[in-house]
């Protein structure tokens, strides 16, 4: 990700005072680095307060304030499929004391073609550790669907294919449930509502045939058997959900899709620091208590440097890109 010329004049600036003048002899003397943190720390997210993205922001911030003695404050900057917060970051001064606690639309938005006054591979650069929110196949209880095999047979066999609730168009969920149908050879409509909790609503109320979404709100009912859990759509079981199979194991490898956190900085941000957050920002996430805590929101810390969480969100908008085209999906 490089440098475009105004955040290089703005590095350049931040260096100026390397040097300054002795007390005595008008001699050029060192100046000692200065800290990092030396002072709070904005993180930006992009998503408004109580949601998944904001507590686990939240807890990520009181780890990092407790390590550097210096505030870490959480700004909400919801607002345009993510995209308010994105471009707020992505001309902020490249010192480490701006950053954002980025979600799955920064990839998918990218992945569409969506109008944008930044680039995420330019304006950016990745720190990381990530946070995966796994998505889970859930049907009704009273469904006679107990494996993915079984699912893909009753949706072949309905006219007109089978429903998925889904927390919203062109969220993970909604474009991870267009994998599996196109996967699976079958018919699939997706019924966009406001978020999980009412697309669980619909699934107990059998308007839907099934949720591809996350779990958290779902499992109150799984535990009282109104639920059921099919498939997670990742590469390995979860901690979230250790009894729900793979999609691969149930003979689909390739229906991987997951919502999506992690730590990200404007473009020409010093390398020095973003190793050191990228460091300590893992360790927060490895803290027993805090990984614990974000296990219970459904969402699993993934431990990783900067490069391999560059990786995957390059491999993020590889995946979806493709499907967005083929389906006909319209992001705005």
């Known amino acids: 990700m490089t440098l475009n010329s105004h955040k290089r004049r703005q590095v350049l600036r931040l260096a100026g005072n390397a040097v300054l003048l002795a007390a005595g002899g008008g001699a050029l003397a060192p100046v000692q680095a200065e800290e990092f943190p030396s002072h709070p720390v904005r993180l930006v997210s992009p998503y408004g307060p109580g949601g998944s993205n904001d507590i686990s922001a939240r807890l990520l911030s009181e780890g990092l304030s407790r390590k550097y003695k210096q505030q870490?404050?959480?700004e909400n900057k919801p607002g345009a499929g993510t995209r308010v917060a994105n471009e707020q970051v992505a001309?902020?001064?490249?010192?480490g004391y701006t950053l954002l606690w980025a979600a799955a639309p920064f990839a998918?938005?990218?992945a569409a073609g969506l109008s944008q006054h930044y680039d995420i591979r330019k304006d950016f650069v990745a720190v990381g550790p990530r946070v995966l929110g796994p998505i889970f196949l859930i049907v009704n209880?009273?469904?006679p669907?107990?494996?993915v095999a079984d699912f893909v047979r009753m949706a072949r066999d309905k006219k007109d294919g089978v429903t998925f609730a889904s927390p919203g168009i062109g969220s993970g969920p909604h474009l991870t449930a267009e994998l599996f149908a196109a996967q699976a050879k079958f018919k699939g409509l997706n019924v966009h509502y406001r978020g999980d909790s009412t697309a669980y609503t619909e699934l107990l109320a059998g308007r839907v045939d099934a949720t591809l979404t996350a779990i958290t709100t779902a499992l109150p009912f799984i535990k009282a058997?109104?639920?059921r859990v099919i498939a997670v759509s990742a590469e390995q079981r979860t901690p979230v959900y250790p009894d729900a199979p793979t999609f691969g194991e149930q003979g689909y490898p390739g229906v991987v899709g997951y919502g999506w956190f992690g730590l990200i900085a404007p473009a020409g941000t010093p390398p020095a620091i973003v190793q050191q957050l990228n460091r300590d920002a893992n360790a927060v996430l490895a803290d027993a208590q805090t990984r614990s805590k974000l296990i219970g929101l459904g969402l699993q810390p993934e431990a990783g440097d900067s490069a391999s969480f560059a990786r995957f969100i390059d491999a993020e908008v590889a995946r979806w890109g493709p499907l967005i085209r083929s389906a006909g999906i319209k992001l705005e």
């Open 225 to 227: 058997g109104k639920l």
């Open 91 to 95: 001309r902020a001064t490249p010192d």
């Open 108 to 110: 998918i938005n990218a």
């Open 72 to 74: 870490f404050v959480v």
């Open 141 to 143: 209880a009273d469904s």
């Open 145 to 147: 669907v107990r494996t």
